[in-house]
């Protein structure tokens, strides 16, 4: 009978009765994972990943942003468990998705996680669940794709089961904003499932945004990623124009954003990193062109951000050139090869693109990451070097491409060694021996 279901789950949410499951125990799964326990949910975790789920049930986090004493606090009150045994998911009241969806090599929607996933769930689907994708992925995946899977059997969504879109929007190492206190975006595909979906995040988060369907769930995410990715490729290609024309790009850019109004900075890098911004827009366009539609603003942004590596190690390039050295055989040393500041993650990290194009010049590649200890690599596998030895000898070049907060700029700058600075890390320096990634290094002066 329609309500009854929807009825009885509200009941059991608003109870904190209603036993939830968490697939995929990730940067997004595991942050979840934990908040859905915190607010008083008995919680299960599944992953393929024997090792994250012996982790779990251990108290033990493998998640920056996951507080160690808060995840053991959940798993000792028994209300966070984790399982590789996906026949457990029969018990779950509701279930979040929350696998990986990279691209393939031809840059096409690698979905397959996601189908095993949902296949897991349809094998024990029952009804009165909740199923939410929180994957991020493109508009319709939701009710083309994992809809029918889940009806196979004869339940239909939104009466029997409910079935709703959730886009994680978590930015790993951000202090301020995390998974509570970041505004949750819902839509299910009828009223009913982005009721009681709404009705689980509002039990877990601060603020619920409940829209009118999942294809507009999904696109708010991909218009939020797809945003970043051609802003960022456009200040990209100022930072490019800028050194054609020995301009500063950041003194512009710092004085742009004292604008009050109509200007949002964005900031030019060694290029694109991480598992969402140069992946996500891609995602979109794949679908846009199925509907004969072609995305100029994606395309154009990753050819433009694409490009960065090579432009820095033109850079470094130039910088071994001031000091009459060829790149073969000159010895570079990378500080940071995560994909951002304070963060272990190096998913697509621009830096790899960096060392790999400088090593097939012949460059003597090593690398400073506190945060990254080794670079698994196929092609560079090799270990971070202590802040301490980086500069004994002196390499003929640094490059910063990751502006950890850790690193200790005053030694690096006073060495004297040629630093190509991506980042703007050393903005606080005047120096000759500092390459800005656009615009001329200022005159010479002491370095305190
Ligand atoms: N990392 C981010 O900052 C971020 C932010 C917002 C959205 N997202 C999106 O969230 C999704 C997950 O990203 P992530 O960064 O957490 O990925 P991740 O690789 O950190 O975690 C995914 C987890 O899923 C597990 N997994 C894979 N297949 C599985 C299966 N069939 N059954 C159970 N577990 C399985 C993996 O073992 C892994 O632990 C992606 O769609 C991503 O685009 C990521």
Redesign the pocket.
């Known amino acids: 009978m329609p309500g009854t279901a929807d009825s009885s789950l509200l009941d059991r949410i608003q109870a904190r009765h209603a036993r939830v499951g968490v697939?995929?125990?990730?940067?997004?799964?595991l942050p979840l994972a934990v908040e859905f326990a915190r607010a008083g949910f008995s919680v299960t975790g599944?992953?393929?990943?024997g090792a994250?789920t012996s982790a779990i049930n251990a108290g033990k986090s493998y998640i920056s942003d996951v507080a160690e004493s808060e995840l053991g606090e959940c798993v000792r009150a028994g209300r966070l468990n984790a399982t590789t045994d996906m026949s457990l998911l029969g018990e779950m009241d509701a279930i979040d998705i929350?696998?990986?969806?990279p691209l393939r090599k031809t840059k096409d929607p690698d979905l397959s996680?996601i189908v095993?996933?949902v296949e897991?769930v349809a094998a024990t689907l029952k009804n009165g669940q909740l199923i939410i994708l929180?994957?991020?992925?493109y508009p319709g995946t939701t009710d083309e794709v994992v809809q029918p899977m889940l009806e196979a059997k004869g339940l239909k969504a939104d009466s029997d089961f409910f079935l709703a879109f959730s886009?994680?929007?978590?930015?790993?190492g951000n202090q301020q904003f995390t998974t509570r206190n970041i505004p949750k975006i819902v839509g299910g595909v009828g009223d009913a499932s982005t009721k009681v979906a709404a009705a689980l995040y509002a039990a877990t988060v601060n603020h619920v945004v409940s829209v009118s369907s999942t294809r507009v769930a999904e696109m708010v995410k991909l218009l939020e990623n797809t945003f970043r990715a051609v802003n960022i490729g456009l200040v990209n290609e100022i930072a490019q124009m800028c050194h054609k024309m020995d301009i500063d790009v950041w003194e512009v850019i710092n004085a742009a954003k004292t604008k009050p109004f109509g200007f949002m900075p964005f900031y030019p890098g060694p290029g694109l990193g991480?598992?969402?911004i140069p992946?996500?827009p891609f995602y979109l366009s794949w679908k846009a062109r199925q509907s004969g539609f072609e995305c100029r603003f994606i395309e154009l942004a990753g050819q433009v951000n694409g490009a960065m590596p090579e432009f820095v190690v033109e850079r470094v390039i130039d910088a071994l050139n001031e000091a009459r050295k060829a790149v073969k055989g000159s010895r570079v040393h990378v500080y940071g090869v995560a994909y951002k500041r304070d963060v272990s993650?190096m998913r697509e990290s621009p830096a790899l693109d960096v060392i790999a194009l400088l090593a097939r010049r012949g460059a003597e590649i090593s690398y400073t990451d506190p945060w990254v200890p080794t670079l698994p690599e196929a092609t560079h596998s090799f270990e971070s070097i202590d802040e301490a030895d980086a500069l004994r000898p002196l390499p003929d070049c640094v490059v910063i491409c990751t502006d950890h907060t850790a690193f200790d700029w005053k030694t690096l700058v006073n060495s004297g060694v040629p630093i190509v600075d991506t980042r703007d890390a050393l903005r606080a320096f005047t120096a000759p021996n500092i390459i800005r990634l656009s615009g001329r290094a200022a005159p010479v002066a002491a370095v305190n």
């Open positions: 697939i995929g125990l990730g940067y997004v799964g599944f992953d393929v990943d994250k929350c696998v990986p969806t996680y095993l996933a897991a929180e994957s991020t992925t886009p994680e929007r978590v930015d790993p991480g598992h969402c992946i996500d993650d």
